[in-house]
C-alpha cells in the first residue's frame, strides 16, 4: 500500500502540482482547499502525512494543526506547513501549532518530496518501536491508553519512578504538549506566565534527557506517562 498524503491547500495549482508530482512518486493523495474539510479528511481517511498552507478561509493551518494534535492518535501524525509566510515569529508559531517542518514558499517540489520521505522514515521508525499506529488505533478502541500498552512500556519500574519524580505541575505540562500546544496556550489553561511554563517545559526535558518537545512527547507516549 502506497503512503498516503493529504495536500491542504486553497490555491488551485498549488495543489495541483504538488498532487501530481507525489503521484507521480508513487504517493496516493487526497486533497482539500479548506481547513475545515481537511480535518474531516484526516479522521475519515487517516493519512500518512499531511501538507498545509497556512493562510486559508476558516480554519487555518495553524488552527488545522492544533486540532489534529488534539486527537491522541494523531499526535505523531508528521505534519508540514507550506506558507509565504517567513518572519522568525511566524516560524515559531508554526512550530509551537506542532508541525514537523516550516518550508517557506517558493519552494522546490524535490525539496518538498524529500522532507516527505524523511518524515515518512522517522515516522516508520516510531511505529515500528512504539506498535503505534492510525489503523491500529481505529481498529482497536482508539485510545492509545488501550494499544497494546506492553509495547509503550518495556521497563513499568522505570517508568513508574520517572513518573512519580515529576510534579504534579510537570504532569500537566506534559499532558498539555501532547495536544501540540504552545507556552501561552499551556500558560492560560494552567494559569501560569509562558516563560514559567518554559520551565517546566526544561525540568522535563532534563528529567527525561530528551534534547527538545517532539523527543519528549515521544517518549512520554513510549514510556506511558500520558494517557
Not at 500558560?187 to 534527557?209: A, D, M, N, Q, W
Request: aromatic content about 8%.
Amino acid at each position: 500500500m502506497p503512503f498516503k498524503i493529504l495536500i491542504v491547500d486553497d490555491d488551485l495549482g498549488t495543489r495541483l502540482s504538488i498532487s501530481d508530482y507525489l503521484e507521480l512518486s508513487g504517493y496516493a493523495v487526497i486533497i482539500a482547499d479548506n481547513g475545515q474539510d481537511a480535518l474531516a479528511m484526516v479522521k475519515a481517511n487517516c493519512p500518512d502525512l499531511i501538507v498545509t498552507d497556512i493562510v486559508m478561509p476558516g480554519l487555518n493551518g495553524y488552527e488545522l494543526v492544533r486540532q489534529v494534535r488534539q486527537q491522541p492518535h494523531f499526535r505523531l501524525l508528521p505534519v508540514i506547513l507550506l506558507t509565504a509566510r517567513t518572519k522568525t515569529q511566524e516560524r515559531i508559531l508554526g512550530y509551537q501549532s506542532g508541525c514537523d517542518l516550516y518550508l517557506p514558499k517558493p519552494f522546490e517540489l524535490e525539496e518538498l518530496a524529500a522532507a516527505i520521505r524523511n518524515l515518512l522514515e522517522r515516522s516508520q521508525v516510531i511505529q515500528a518501536e512504539y506498535g503505534l499506529s492510525c489503523k491500529d488505533h481505529f481498529n482497536a478502541v482508539g485510545s492509545v491508553e488501550t494499544l497494546n500498552k506492553p509495547q509503550f512500556i518495556y521497563n513499568q519500574n522505570k517508568s513508574t519512578e520517572l513518573f512519580s519524580s515529576l510534579t504534579a505541575r510537570e504532569k500537566e505540562v506534559l499532558e498539555l504538549l501532547t495536544y501540540g500546544l504552545s507556552n501561552a496556550d499551556m500558560g492560560h489553561k494552567l494559569h501560569l506566565s509562558p516563560r514559567t511554563v518554559e520551565k517546566y517545559v526544561s525540568s522535563l526535558l532534563r528529567k527525561t534527557t530528551t534534547s527538545n518537545r517532539a523527543e519528549l512527547v515521544r517518549f512520554a507516549i513510549k514510556h506511558g506517562l500520558v494517557e
